[in-house]
């Protein structure tokens, strides 16, 4: 595959990081009004009547087939991923959480080789070593890494996990994309309904912020982002998706830093400026090996 070639879905990735990227700012505001089990699932019981309903509208194929894969993915990329993540975000700062959630690539790096056969080249090594050194002081500059690290890095985790579960499928069969996206997240936001009721946190406080943040979260973020997200998955090498949108974390950190007044500490400055780097360099690393 050339670079040339992948144009339109290297473009898809970068319109993905902006509005992914903005979205980390919004997700602070919307759960100080809801619970995150509450708020998230609002969000994607709006993402998924969109995706249901763009899937009628085209006329594309909405039987679930292959469930226990798509339940899987379901559970990993919609559940777990977003409610460690909205949980770490709940008590922790912007920037940090959304750095460490974007961790994904190196987790989807390390699992891919054995299970898709994309063995990492030595340059992927060398990004991961330097990635990892940023992820020690990231979650460790003041001694003892606190629950909103460890449940941002577990955010992480658990997407990487999705992504090749999802390249896996992807490769394997022929389903369709947005049936995928749509079914993956009805069946993880389903379970995260049951999380809100088994989980009930204080009221909602409904306001147009809300309102707003769970609309901007359903629509252009979990149902027209995770779409165009398994668009492009679909059509480059799984390392290469994942590092192309290594610009969410950068630009989370800085909305945070411009909207909220978040500022890091230095070594947690070093920490990001070092995953960040590691990124980039990964990112290159996937890139030349498709050209």
């Known amino acids: 595959m050339s670079v040339r070639r992948n144009g339109p879905a290297l473009a898809v990735l970068a319109a993905i990081s902006l509005v992914w990227g903005f979205n980390w700012v919004v997700l602070k505001i919307g759960v100080r009004h809801a619970d995150p089990f509450e708020f998230l699932a609002w969000r994607f019981a709006l993402a998924a009547a969109c995706l249901f309903g763009a899937a009628t509208l085209l006329r594309r194929p ?38 460490l959630n974007y961790t994904m690539p190196f ?37 003892v890494p606190g629950a909103p690290e460890f449940l941002a890095l577990a955010s992480g985790i658990a997407w990487g996990l999705g992504v090749v579960v999802t390249k896996r499928l992807q490769s394997r069969t022929g389903i369709d994309t ?13 379970a995260l309904t049951v999380l809100a009721v088994m989980f009930p946190g ?15 979260n359903g629509v252009l973020v979990s149902a027209l982002g995770w779409f165009l997200w398994f668009w492009a998955l679909a059509r480059l090498d799984a390392g290469l998706a994942s590092f192309g949108i290594l610009a969410v974390p950068v630009l989370g950190a800085l909305f945070s830093a411009a909207l909220l007044g978040e500022r890091p500490g230095g070594l947690e400055l070093v920490g990001m400026a070092l995953i960040v780097v590691a990124l980039a360099l990964a990112a290159r690393a996937a890139i030349q090996r498709t050209t």
């Open 202 to 216: 204080p009221p909602a406080v409904w306001s147009a912020e809300l309102v707003l943040a769970i609309v901007y």
């Open 107 to 143: 987790w989807v790096t390390l699992l891919a080789w054995p299970v898709l056969g994309e063995r990492p080249s030595p340059a992927q090594g060398v990004a991961l070593g330097v990635g990892l050194l940023g992820l020690l002081l990231l979650i460790q500059p003041h001694g």
């Open 62 to 99: 909405v039987r679930l087939v292959h469930a226990p894969q798509v339940l899987l993915i379901g559970l990993l990329q919609t559940t777990a991923t977003f409610a460690l993540a909205t949980w770490a975000l709940k008590i922790g700062a912007v920037g940090k959480t959304a750095v």
């Open 178 to 190: 947005l049936s995928l996206i749509a079914w993956q997240v009805l069946l993880g936001g389903a």
